[in-house]
């Protein structure tokens, strides 16, 4: 009973409701325009760098945590992050190898799970 009352309850709903609405906007993309998943992939990843270069970004994740940064969107934010902290680290070359190093263990996951899920899964081709 214990490990219940530990629990953040507010922290679960604040991640569950900001992770579902940026999973219900992937859904709204899908569903409403011809777009593939490719491309929505690249619009969610390049949204988050934008709103993290901007700084518009880091309240979110403050705010939801593993609902912010689990989506592609904090992909994207990790990436844009990792590069402004390399740049003032090591100057311009930061902004080349900062986004990479900081999203290392994200991209070697998604890689690694991407493979596995390409062994089980069978791949449905969008109709346009």
């Known amino acids: 009973m214990e490990f219940w009352q530990s629990i953040d309850w507010m922290g679960v709903l604040k991640c569950f409701l900001v992770g579902g609405l940026i999973c219900v906007i992937g859904q709204i993309l899908i569903d409403k325009t011809k777009l593939t998943s490719a491309r929505i992939l690249v619009i969610f990843v390049t949204a988050g760098v934008i709103l993290g270069a901007l700084g518009l970004y880091e309240p979110l994740v403050k705010f939801a945590g593993a ?62």
């Open 67 to 128: 609902g912010a940064t689990v989506p592609l969107t904090g992909f994207g934010y990790n990436l844009a992050k990792g590069a402004i902290e390399a740049v003032k680290e090591i100057g311009l070359l930061g902004a080349f190898t900062g986004g990479v190093k900081a999203a290392a263990g994200g991209i070697a996951a998604a890689v690694f799970f991407g493979y596995l899920a390409s062994l089980v899964s069978k791949p449905k081709i969008k109709k346009q």
